[in-house]
């Protein structure tokens, strides 16, 4: 039962976490929305319809390169092989560990 309780502890974390981000993405697109129409008000009042698009438009544009360009990195390391004394180690230790049980578990001889 202890088992099957962290497990339900670890799916209603999860739950919690991707609800709080799904609505933290709402709120961002939100946000940027009207960001982007103040920009829009300010540039078409002070430069034109024009201007405004054109500047918004590059804004964008060079946003959604720099996040593709983030997206498309490839992370140079790789994780490290088990080193060997390690595996021996975890073999020994194992080894000893089964020895010591079978060595208890033997009935008595009389």
């Known amino acids: 039962m202890v088992l099957l309780e962290g497990i339900r502890t670890e799916v209603r974390t999860a739950a919690r976490r ?3 981000s ?3 993405a709402l709120f961002l697109v939100a946000g940027l929305g009207f960001l982007t129409v103040a920009l829009w008000i300010v ?3 002070t430069q034109g319809a024009f201007t ?3 500047v918004t438009g590059a804004l964008y544009l060079g946003l959604g390169l720099v996040l593709l360009a983030l997206a498309g990195r490839h992370d140079r390391t ?3 092989p088990m080193q060997m004394s390690a595996l021996m180690e975890a073999f020994m230790v194992g080894f000893t560990a089964g020895t010591a049980n079978r060595a208890s578990a033997k009935p008595a001889t009389r």
């Open 22 to 24: 799904a609505l933290g």
């Open 52 to 54: 405004a698009a054109l």
């Open 18 to 20: 991707a609800g709080f």
């Open 78 to 80: 790789s994780p490290q």
């Open 43 to 45: 540039l078409a009042t």
